[in-house]
């Protein structure tokens, strides 16, 4: 670590103590970006980095309400307004006992790179409050999502700060939210990102991280003069990353071999056609079956169950040209790795949250593979986000089409970003430094230009 | 909240008829007699009693006697000579109830003997048997005789003991009796102690034996019994102002008036005094039928003036009128239908009879009798006060012709016979059973612990009048026969079969031999065939066993149900599909679950004996499947409360289909009645998904195959979109919108559905937690204990039904009530909390998985999940569950906040406890990641965090236990002893007991 980095650091937990979440993300964001500030002076003399880890804004307030009983009920609220150098203020909002200002500001701080790298126009920030929804009746939950946004809604706008939603937030949280701050600003306008699709939500929210992956690793193939064509994909996990993944691969004529849930994999040789796929919908969405069904109803195909013992995943250990983690976190170890580069893996894009440890990454870039990491290669989620608050500034809805287009669009714009930052900094086609820098630079050259604030 | 009691919340009753017993029927029979006279204290010298028992066999007649007239409880008696033996024996055995005194005692005379009783302050009567002679003239005429509480005269009938014991019981008991069912009452006035000596015994005889001849119309033998104590009273009083008291006080209970006309009025003699009583009482109820009788015949012209019958007391058949005036004005003996002019043109012996007989004569015998009662008074006579008092307050008038008034006696009537079989157990009987409601038995010995508890509850639910008490809902227990345990044991006996079945250890194999078993008791096979006649609906043949249910080892679950479509156009094929079912019930008492079960409880399977419950399975028919809406449990009490929800508010879980799927432990929705908004296991839209239900079991109503094999074959599983083309899901479904990312209650928009029970728990179109919280508190209260109660409902049809299926008491481990702290030696406890889940004791766990509390890092808490994982699969795969020691909020999506693992990362688990970190409290997750499999697996969840001033956990021991296994942050402790876990669920308190050491 840099002497730099370790001063900063102390700094920073000098000023923010017991936020240990917070401390590491700041820490990778200034290892990363060390490299940054040696080139660019300017940063390190406007203080940039200083400056970003402080939130612009931090709304804490009482949350009092009413629940079935009559008793009255006081839940604490956030609003971590990170920072809003490229666009209004954005992030989810999260309703969990576990919610603090320590876990906002860091999910908040990580945000806000996240939305730079999609290119589109959209600040960092995040929010929440310690209410838990288990147990609580819907009459219970709407007077909380009131009583939230009885303080929220003088901080928040479609042109100042947009949420959506995140852990406890679904579309019938974003409803009820959405109503009362329409009724306190007589104001009907893209203020919170999630709604239902009848009063301005966007379409292809459900495919946006699995179509985006695909996309991605579309883009990282197109470098060495490649497509999906013919190319076979190892794809982990049956939710809806994994069916879209499946669905856009054999959209651009790739063959997925592979889909798994927590008690096995199936591995099908032929590939999974659009019936097969179709079949598999049914039963992960439906009837909520496991993924073994899928090795029944279908000859030859091998179904193998989880094996704890095993330090690997035989998942990963197949034939293969493309790998696109889209079930867990941590999914991909060395050895994983190791048996993906062997098996003749050379591009592998992250639906899933970091799906691939620190030691795999390792290996794939050593091995000098195409390795799209989940910062960039999952992007999809928050860039549909966007296009909602685009179509809601239109006053337009898109058709599926458009809104896919468009998403294809960004996943492009994010490749961009990631590849050229790379090779700018001598690093060509090392994609987790390019999205690192990348997200940061664009941050940081608008906080230049617009000065102290 | 504090739950009101099930009576209260059964307002909208008459709650006169609560009080009155006229909405229980004869199940207020029961309470009736209440206090009775069992032992006697007869004080008198030898001689005396000498005189008394002329032949020596005074108690041995008595006996006799009560045995011929069924009465229960003949008399103990106990003679002393001495008053003052009489005295000390009085006060010292305190048994008494009746003191019984001749003139003569060895040490005193009779009246200083009464005295000395009041003076003492002992409340018991005392009543002067004297015989006829100067002594006892001179004691009447000196008043002497009002010390004692009765006097009378011994003329030789030993019958005369069975009218004092009467008397003095019925005025114990009027009071109580008379508001309870609307007990009849016959006022006897008489001073003269001889006459009431001769007239009681001939009352009492003739009440009696009407009484005996109801009995005849008993519906089983335990209703035929409660029917004699129902038989009308009698009000002795020798006064007219004692008389007008009781007339005034039970006046609409008054059966008739037997009187003398010389008595006792305002202190002294009125020989009018008769005639005056016979006007006022006629004056307000002209319908009360009056006997006068008098040594004067000139008194008959005044009595007939009245209105009263007359009898002259020195007539030679005075015995005999008087019996034939009760028979025939007291309407004992048969219903007489005359015309007004006293033509005899009907009668009628029982109920039936009196239908048939309404059916067809004349006009003016029907207003002859219905303008002065005589129906209602029949029936009352006849103890059928319930149709009495619906028919009492109808008028002639009411109606706009004789024919309209016939019709609705004949109305009543039936209507009543079918509410007299509704929740009872009847004795088979083809012509009677109704195939909806009835619940009958065929074959002697148990019904077993199934039966019981249905058979109990079905006169709950009939006698609260519960079946009605949702206008949209009729809430009952469906249709049953149970066939008695005698049955078993002679299809065991006749095939030889018991020795084999207790000895053979494959279930396969005893489940072909009973099938092939051929000898069937020949008349339960002709019932059977009876009752399949009339029952052509899917049936379920459930276990009944002698030990099922019972308090302490409940054997819920342990034996088999089958189920049969009963559809087969061939008789004959249904009874065989009948038989077989039965005959795989039987086998399942010898299977190797209930052998295994029965080893771990204090009986021995040799006295195990099955019966069987037919049932009429609750549903509708759905292309060839039939299933109910909804089965489901509830119990008493919820030892996984949530939120606002409380352990004693109880808890239900609910599924689609039937209630294989929740006996099976799959897929339910779990909600305390009390809170039915609260579901927290649909907390998020990913719980949801997760947590609900994906198909459902129904009766397949095709071919009824035979097969020789343990499995229910007719039962299959369906996913939940065939009960939506059904149209039966949108009852009990959500719809989960991906592209809205939102759950919508109902089936009106698009989307994946989801079975959440919304419906029915939030837009109330059922009233299933008022049902639950209404049958949980009244089967409690029943019971006497908490209960659990098995449940379906059909819904394809309104009225909606919801049957009841199963009524049983609520096993709580005693143990665990008595669960202090205080008890436990500080350096013993390991871990103690106040915030507990679950319930029971545990002591067969030998190993705990501990996070290391000062390795343990929060950044690499995805590592700790990894580990604690392995040693999960590892213990799993030995056979060996654990003790989980965790720390921060276990299951998290927030690595930050504690170790996220999954449940199948820790499933071997039987308890858990999550504790605060090192650094940093964290408020605890209690188990809510894992809310569903924690209940389904009854696994114990302990949460110990700062603010619980009572949790404990003793670190200190922990780190310094040798380790069998240690990992970087997790290490494994194994123990040759095991722990002991201690929950009590109602109080949601529990601790751990370190192992015991054992001595080298």
Redesign the interface.
Known sequence: MSQFVQEFMAEVKAKNP?E??FH?AVQEVAESVALVYERHPEYRRAKILERIVEPERVIMFRVPWT???GEIRINRGYRVQMNSAIGPYKGGLRF???VNLG?LKFLAFEQVFKNSLTSLPMGGAKGGS?F?????????VMRFCQAFMNELFRHIGADTDVPA?D??V???EI?FLFGQYKKLMNCFTGVLT?K??NWG?S?I??EATGYGAVYFAAEMLATRGQTLEGKVCLVSGSG?VAQYTVEKILDMGGKAVTLSD?DGYIYDEAGIDREKLEFVKELK?????RIKEYAEKYPGVVYTPVD??LPYNPLWNHKADCAFPSAT??EINAIDAQNLVRNGVYCVAEGANMPTHIDGVRIFLDAGILYGPGKAANAGGVAVSGLEMAQNSMRMPWQREEVDARLQIIMKNIHKTCKVTAERYNVPGNYVVGANIGGFIKVADAMMDQGIV | MVRKPFKDVLTHFDPSWIEHGYGTRFQGFQNLMRQRIRDILLVSSLYDLYVFEEDGRLYELLREEYQKLMLSHAPEFTRVSSGREALSLIKEEKRFDLILISLHIEDMNATTFAKMVRESGLDIPVVLLAYDNRELADLLRRQEATVFDRVFMWQGDFRLLIAIIKTLEDQLNVDHDTRIVGIQSIIFIEDNVRFYSTFLPIMYLELLTQAQRLISEGINLSHKNLRTRARPKILHATTYEEAWDYFKKYQEHILGVISDVDFPRQGKYDAQAGLMFAENVLARRADVPILLQSNLPENEPLARALGASFLLKTSPNLAEELRSFMAESFSFGDFIFRTPDGRIVGRAQDLISLEEQIKVVPEESLRYHAERNHFSNWLRARTEFWLAHKLRPRKVSDFASMEELRQDLIRSLREYRRLCQRGIVTDFNKDTFDPNTSFARIGGGSLGGKARGLAFVNILINNYNVQNFWPNVTIDVPAALAIGTDVFDEFLEENNLRSFALSCDNDEEICRRFLLASRFPERILGDLAAFLDLMHAPLAVRSSSLLEDSQYHPFAGVYHTYMIPNNHPDPIVRLGQLLRAIKRVYASTFFQAPKEYIKATSYRLEEEKMAVVIQKLVGSQHGDRFYPAFSGVARSYNFYPVGPQKPSEGVASVALGLGKMIVEGGTSVRFSPAHPDHLPQFATITDTLHNSQRDFYALSLAEDQYHSGVEDLQIKRFDIRVAEQDGVLGFLASTYSPENDCIYDGISREGRRLVTFAPILKDKIFPLPQIIELLLDMGSWGMGTPVEIEFAADMCRKPYEFGLLQLRPFVLNRELEELTLEEVPEDELLISSNSVLGHGVMNDIYDIVVVDRDLFERSRSRQTAQEISRLNAELLADHRPYLLIALGRLGTLDPWLGIPVTWDQICGARAIVETDFKDMPVSPSQGSHFFHNLTSFSVGYFSINGRDALGKIDWEWLNSQQPALQLNTVKLLRFDSPLTIKINGRENRGYILKPKRVDP
């Open positions: 017991n240990p979440e590491q629940d079935d009983r969990h006992p576990s876990i310690d838990d929804p288990k147990g609580k009746s819907d009459a219970e939603g852990i406890g679904g579309g019938r409803g999630g239902g699709i939500g379409l929210r459900p809806n927590s969405n439906i009837r909520r079956g704890p013992n976190q941590n």
